[in-house]
């Protein structure tokens, strides 16, 4: 269970840690935690209304961490996966008394049911690399021996291209999403790069638009517009208007694509290309849980050809797909054959071998990735939301001291959390730590601060300032008088004061 909940730790709050009990806590240590914290941020007590609007957020994160603590239910999903399990659609019809393997059973289920949902929605970050490698001289090598050139027996295998895109999708609004997209590539010494901007707005049930700003090197400045639009429940047409600047002038394009759905698997599709490349195309390609397959048939100038290609996918956990095409034109014939697996979770591994006339032999590789979100924001929010909890102890942070402090009871000098750089070899390690003095205060009751087995950044006023690396929480505190010190790893229990603690002055 501990495993999972760490896992979560950057994207959710730790409930247990939040409270300060244990993994292990009783109903009545739940309870009590959160009267504490209730009435440490009551929105009453404060008139300024920006920290009346931060302690009414943390008064309400604090009674969700008891509403899912203190059922049996809930808690149980929550030491399982995290509040991630809580979120899932469903649990409202499941059966309350399950065992734990019974709810991982049944959240795996929800799990695959909301991931079938959503798949269609999904707007992640994606890039493509592929690179071309020419192995000609392997199959059809010169006739010619040159003896007095050194290594001339051995094929020569060449890089003679590459290609990298990247693009992303961001949502604006309901109806409104912005594109950014770009790519550099090269062949045989040759190469050029572009980057387009596109705005995206969904004008009703049945269509859409599109505007399309880009520029390259090679082509120069395009402007765009795009419409999609339904017109039956099984026939959609697209158009795309583009003007290209170059140095020989503008060039207008025009694209229309009427296409069919001739059943749930296949589509038929028939194109009209003028302008740029002008061409008509026609073709069908069928979908299914277990292959892909496409055959086309394209007249236009510079180039005709017929095409069909077949894709088998492999039902493995690595998504194994294998694939076969034969292209005919009157630039040649190619065939090409290859495969691609995953091999991360982010991340597709493929190849393909290309042999045409006259082209010769060429090896090609691609990966395709999905780029990771970055976690800076949930830090700097989590660095916020400390920061807010922080100036709504202050008050009772000074009614504590001013207690403790009337019966030489315990006072937090100094304390910091994070990572400390203690071996001399690494001093070009830079020591990320965080103050957490007045925090730890307000944890003080009775002359004791007890810390539960946990990390000690969910607790309130806390954050990770240096995720994924080792920290630790060091105390400087007074005690009876006498200072006191002490470095506990983070996810260690601590209970203060301590005789141990004690620093020696008599030296």
Known sequence: M???????????EDYYSLLNVRREASSEELKAAYRRLCMLYHPDKHRDPELKSQAERLFNLVHQAYEVLSDPQTRAIYDIYGKRGLEMEGWEVVERRRTPAEIREEFERLQREREERRLQQRTNPKGTISVGIDATDLFDRYEEEYEDVSGSSFPQIEINKMHISQSIEAPLTATDTAILSGSLSTQNGNGGGSINFALRRVTSAKGWGELEFGAGDLQGPLFGLKLFRNLTPRCFVTT?????FSSRGVRPGLTTVLARNLDKNTVGYLQWRWGIQSAMNTSIVRDTKTSHFTVALQLGIPHSFALISYQHKFQDDDQTRVKGSLKAGFFG?????????KISRHSVLGAAVSIGVPQGVSLKVKELEKQRESTA???????QEAEAAVRLMQESVRRIIEAEESRMGLIIVNAWYGKFVNDKSKKSEKVK?????????????????????ASK???????DPCVGEEKSLKVLYQFRGVLHQVMAQDGEALRI?????RIDTDG
């Open 377 to 383: 924001t949930d830090i700097l929010q989590k660095k």
């Open 433 to 453: 730590v965080i103050d957490v003095t007045v925090p730890l205060q307000c944890l003080v009751k009775d002359s004791k601060l007890i810390l539960t087995e």
């Open 457 to 463: 950044a969910g607790l309130p006023g806390f954050y």
């Open 240 to 244: 795309n208007c583009a003007l290209q």
């Open 2 to 12: 501990a495993t999972a909940l760490s896992e979560e730790e950057l994207d959710n």
């Open 497 to 501: 004061p301590k005789q141990s603690h």
């Open 333 to 341: 014939t190619v065939v090409e054959y290859g495969a691609e697996r």
